[in-house]
């Protein structure tokens, strides 16, 4: 049943609804608690468990480099598992629980400890929790690449999940606040109202890896068989080996390279634009809790509005054409805030607009151009390497993400910002608060620039992929064939 199933999808490349809302509920198990970590793991840090901001940004960016390390590992072993159940489901279904459990763990403050000593906690927690969360999403981002290889489909896919993806910002970077609030009204302590806060969001991811899980089942290639080797142990030191020659060769194509260090570059713009602004609403824009949220609710309300626009667009023009001049417009718009008074609350939703607007159309088309290089690594080195390309992916996204928020907390530190104990913001002085203000204006836009810049020079557009599904095809049926048309790829 399972192979029939894969004969159908490649021949119509078309994916019934249900399989497509299955997997959009896994982008829920994803970005529940991702966001939750970049927008207030360094708030949780700072002012719940009172470590210094310099030291709470460590932990984050040892534990984030952690988590792009282990993307290569986590890919190479999705893509050679021998299962019959598949490559990529297995895995996420292995991995949900634990990963869900350390979610609880990541937001356990325990007051008994000094700040060294949670230091130490809170690292450990969070490499663990990075490691189980990578066993889950590289096979989750990986599955969409393997579910069809219309050039457009991926994108209507992606679009799904974009929707569940923004719905996970909303509900993570607006309910928090309000949960925290709820509870302290309600006599329980900060400290424990943020573990409630980790139940919740762990008992909704649960769920969502769960749903994704069985809806999506026959939707994914079958394990293939493994090369023989004289010596058939898989040594630990042949693994890594492979995991490197991986990572060169698809390093080595040219959409690679450009999608690779737009995906870096955005991801670092990304991280200052969530990890910063919390910052901003409370102590710049003196916000309280309550208004906090308003504003993160509007800000993922704006997400979710930008994306039928994302559908259209980048389905009607090239992808690649609407993902770079969506960066540019976001990135020049933001940083033009610097200089005009920013913040109040009049100017704050033209800017959320604009900030959303590279957002949207990053998160949704990125992954979508990502899928395409596996058909180009395909007809060049003959390897389905979805996992890998994934993985590559990931970990500049992972590394450029790490790299910022560890730059906040540095840079608030050096510019004299007070961690506090508990949920009400300390009053700062006026350069811990110019340096906030730079985080999410001048500093986030130079980022974005650098990403639209890169994504410029991504080669695989619409009219060269569809050269190149064909040469493919013919190449593998051992035909003739031309690269003219795609010579570019090369």
Known sequence: MHTRQIVVLQASNKLPL??????????????????????????????????????????????????????PLVGQFSDTISSHRGRRRPLMLAAILPYTLLMLLLYTDISTFSVNQKTVYFTIIAILFWSAYKIYVIPFYTLGAEM???????????????????????VSSSAPPLIVKGMVNAGCSVSTSWFGVSLIFAILTLIS?????????GYELPARE?????????????????VFNNMFEIARLSSSKFLGASVFFWSAAYA????????????????????????????????????????????????????????LISSIGTGLFYFCGFPNRNMLLIYLILLQLGNSYFWTVYYSMMYDICELDDFINSKRREGAITALMSFLQKFGSA??????????????YIS???QQAMTQPPQ???????????????????????????????????????????????????????????
């Open 420 to 422: 506090s104990s508990g």
């Open 209 to 217: 890896g769960l749903a994704c899980w069985y809806l999506t089942q």
């Open 272 to 327: 200052l634009s969530t990890g910063a602004l919390y910052y901003l609403f409370l102590n710049n824009m003196a916000y309280s809790e309550q208004d906090a949220a308003i504003s993160f609710l509007i800000f993922s309300l704006l997400a979710l509005a930008w994306l039928p626009i994302v559908n259209y667009t980048a389905q009607k023009f090239d992808k690649k054409n609407v993902y770079y001049l969506s960066m």
């Open 226 to 242: 493994r090369q023989s080797n004289t010596d058939s142990t898989y040594h630990p030191l042949a693994f890594i080996g492979e």
């Open 432 to 490: 811990a608060l110019h340096a906030i203000l730079e985080l999410n204006t001048w500093i986030h836009a130079l980022a974005g620039l650098l990403a639209a810049l890169f994504a410029i020079g991504y080669p695989l557009t619409r009219s060269r992929y569809q050269a190149l599904l064909t040469a493919l095809q013919a190449k593998k049926e051992q035909q003739s064939y031309t690269t003219s048309d795609f010579k570019q790829l090369l």
């Open 403 to 416: 790299l910022s928020i560890w730059f906040i907390g540095l840079y608030i530190d050096k510019h004299g």
């Open 148 to 170: 069809t290889n219309d050039f457009d489909e991926r994108t209507s896919l992606r679009v799904w999940a974009g929707y569940a993806l923004n719905l996970a910002v909303l």
């Open 18 to 71: 249900h399989v497509k809302l299955g997997y959009a509920i896994g982008q829920m198990a994803d970005s529940l608690a991702y966001n939750l970590f970049y927008v207030f793991y360094l708030f949780f840090l700072t002012n719940v468990a009172n470590i210094p901001a310099g030291q709470a940004g460590t932990i984050i960016l040892i534990a984030v480099i952690w988590d792009a390390v282990a993307d």
